[in-house]
């Protein structure tokens, strides 16, 4: 049986409990709508996948202390910093079963609370007092924006190759997994055997969810995703379905695909779905996904078997065996 998100969590509960104190102490602000919009945002109910993935990550080397706990609400801040951000870019008026913050507050609102929880973040890398953090962070920030600009590149445009979109993917949603996992072996002083193997484990992890996040849009339940089904077509985004079933579809299906990347919109999703399941794109989706996480769980065989070590792996089965 795959293992649920609760019982990966179980064996770091404590420190969890720990980063959501962390998060709630530095989220403060005398600014109200700051306040308002931030706890908005970290409370809508998200998985908390990337604070719990450097929470590991840390314990699987042995990490001790307060400072880990730090390094996973930074990472967080910055996550939710770009997702303040993107729903304003994508015109999302829903995520994780709510309203967007921007569709409560206005952009100019989320963006500008997206800017306090990044530079809140990095006022926190300053007191770990630890460069190599701090110059993690600062990457992973720049090729997170990077990855941004390339997929609005790639928007409307149904030439896009799967090369292409790999690159997004991973500047876009992989890289912040990697900072994540990096920085919780810095913490723990960890040898660069250990730091390289949970770079590359953050880095196959966090392709595989963006891959299952692609074919969820096309088949997971609205209410379970927790965002509209569709939304990546109607913003015209060629995401690894679609861009496989344009190469292995008949010219009609070519014809829809190409049409509906062009113009976006969701009013030929039914029929762009039957195109998409004919020729069996979900599944090779589906497959990569897969494939990058076995090379997540096999990067981990250079570290000390441990629950920690456990529950990463058992992370990487979950990441590919979910529904939402």
């Known amino acids: 049986m795959p293992q649920t ?3 990966i969590k179980a064996c770091v509960t404590p420190d969890l409990q720990v980063v959501d104190q962390v998060i709630r102490a530095h989220l403060a602000s005398d600014v109200v709508l700051i306040n308002q919009v931030a706890e908005y945002i ?14 590991l990550a840390g314990r699987a080397c042995g990490a001790q202390g307060t400072q880990l706990a730090e390094a996973a609400a930074i990472v967080e801040f910055v996550h939710t910093a770009t997702l303040l951000h993107d729903d304003v870019v994508d015109e999302s008026s829903l995520r994780r079963g709510h309203e967007t913050a921007n569709a409560v507050w206005g952009n100019q609102a989320s963006v500008l609370v997206g800017d306090y929880l990044y530079s809140r973040a990095f006022e926190m890398m300053v007191t770990l007092n630890h460069m190599r953090i701090m110059d993690v962070m600062a990457g992973a920030t720049n090729k997170i924006a990077e990855g941004e600009v390339l997929q609005l590149m790639n928007a409307n445009d149904p030439d896009t190759t799967e090369e292409r979109y790999l690159e997004v993917i991973y500047r876009k949603t992989a890289k912040l997994f990697e900072a ?7 913490v723990a002083n960890a040898n660069s055997s250990h730091e390289q193997a949970l770079v590359h484990y953050g880095k196959h992890l966090g392709n595989a969810f963006q891959l299952v996040d692609d074919v969820l849009d096309y088949r997971a339940n609205r209410d379970d995703l927790g965002k509209n089904l569709g939304d990546d077509l109607a913003e015209g985004k060629p995401t690894l379905p679609l861009i496989h079933a344009l190469k ?17 919109g969701i009013e030929s999703l039914h029929e762009i779905t039957t195109a998409i399941e004919s020729t069996g794109s979900l599944e090779y989706t ?5 494939q990058e996480a076995n090379r997540a769980i096999q990067s981990l065989t250079a570290l000390p078997n441990s629950e920690f070590v456990q529950a990463l792996k058992d992370l990487a089965k979950f990441a590919v065996s979910r529904s939402y």
């Open 42 to 55: 970290i409370q809508s109910g998200g998985k908390r996948i990337r604070p719990v993935v450097t929470i």
């Open 248 to 264: 292995h579809g008949n010219s009609t299906q070519q014809e829809l695909i190409r049409n509906a990347i062009e113009n976006g």
């Open 180 to 186: 994540g996992t990096q920085i919780a072996a810095i």
């Open 5 to 7: 998100l609760e019982n």
């Open 286 to 290: 589906a497959q990569r996904a897969q």
